[in-house]
């Protein structure tokens, strides 16, 4: 049976941090001024991504790190969940990224213009993986102001994602000299150091979302070079201790309450047996997240969600 969580305030844990997702390889908080960790969460859509980067971002600023969650789809969901917190979120497109880089080498005002102009569109075609790479360079850029110990980077849906991760590399093959080729042999630098950079996968404890998150990963590590962190199993259902479908017998409705009860120990089953596969695909340490008994999630609920998963999550 999946982990049963008697209350949403109170985390079951061995009491260490060390296999909290933002923390170094060696157990250590990250600090700016050896350069700010980034993490990179990955998962396909609808699995929580967000709300798990709200609840890293909340779980490692209860720590006292200075946390900078970067958006990369421009909804405003982040903000909300981080509203009024020592979190800070910042939205990046491909657009902006290139305005801002072109500012950075001097182009001043002429850079607004021709960020908005489709000029970037002109040269994406030119160059596939042009658009992933300033983005990519915009994160690089936050990592190394020292102003962040920990950057949470919000990435897009796993078939973007893979095509961002790849794109630095392929950039490379192609593009032999040049700004192009110098940001991304620093952005491939940064990503390939476990020590400044990591993933975080994030699934639901479903058989599809567990198999596309672990070939995400393969990806991720095979393919790019970039560690796996840890894994999160986000929106688990808790289970309480239900009676045995025999237990119904001659009460009212038992027909109705047996089905329902058989339905709920398929579906813990099910649950356990991706978890396990999540935990032996992935090789890296793994948290569970419940799915909070709430309408819609806020600031307190994220700010819970990151309590849970600084201590490994529910057991």
């Not at 008697?6 to 700016?32: E, N, Q, Y």
């Not at 909340?58 to 009024?84: F, K, M, N, Q, S």
């Not at 700004?179 to 990503?191: D, F, T």
Request: charged share 20%.
């Amino acid at each position: 049976m999946p982990p049963e969580l008697k209350s949403f305030d109170v985390a079951v844990s061995d009491g260490r941090w060390r296999d909290a997702p933002w923390l170094l390889p060696d157990g250590t908080l990250p600090s700016a001024e050896h350069g700010g960790r980034v993490l990179l969460v990955l998962g396909k859509g609808g699995v929580g991504r967000t709300a798990t980067c709200a609840a890293i971002a909340h779980g490692a600023a209860a720590e006292g790190l200075r946390v900078l969650i970067v958006g990369l789809d421009g909804r405003p969901t982040l903000a909300a969940l981080t509203r009024g917190t020592d979190v800070t979120v910042r939205m990046v497109s491909a657009g902006t990224a290139l305005e801002d880089y072109l500012l950075d080498q001097g182009f001043g005002g002429f850079a607004k213009r021709l960020a908005t102009s489709g000029v970037i569109e002109v040269v994406g075609a030119a160059a596939p993986g042009i658009h992933d790479l300033v983005v990519l360079g915009k994160v690089k850029q936050f990592a190394n102001e020292g102003r962040w110990d920990l950057i949470v980077v919000d990435a897009p849906a796993a078939g973007h994602a893979t095509s961002m991760l790849t794109s630095v590399d392929g950039l490379l093959d192609i593009v032999e000299g040049g700004p192009i080729r110098e940001q991304a042999v620093a952005v491939r630098s940064l990503l390939l150091d476990q020590n400044r950079s990591a993933a975080v996968l994030v699934t639901l404890a479903e058989t599809t979302p567990v198999t596309e998150s672990l070939e995400l990963a393969g990806v991720t590590t095979e393919s790019v070079g970039v560690a796996i962190a840890a894994g999160v199993v986000s929106a688990l259902q808790p289970v309480r201790h239900l009676p045995s479908p025999d237990a119904v017998h001659g009460v009212r409705g038992a027909p109705a309450l047996r089905t329902l009860l058989e339905r709920a120990a398929v579906d813990a089953e099910v649950a356990t047996a991706a978890i396990d596969r999540f935990r032996a695909g992935l090789g890296a340490p793994i948290a569970l997240l419940p799915r909070l008994p709430v309408a819609g999630l806020d600031v307190a609920s994220s700010q819970l969600l990151g309590r849970l998963l600084a201590v490994g999550g529910v057991r």
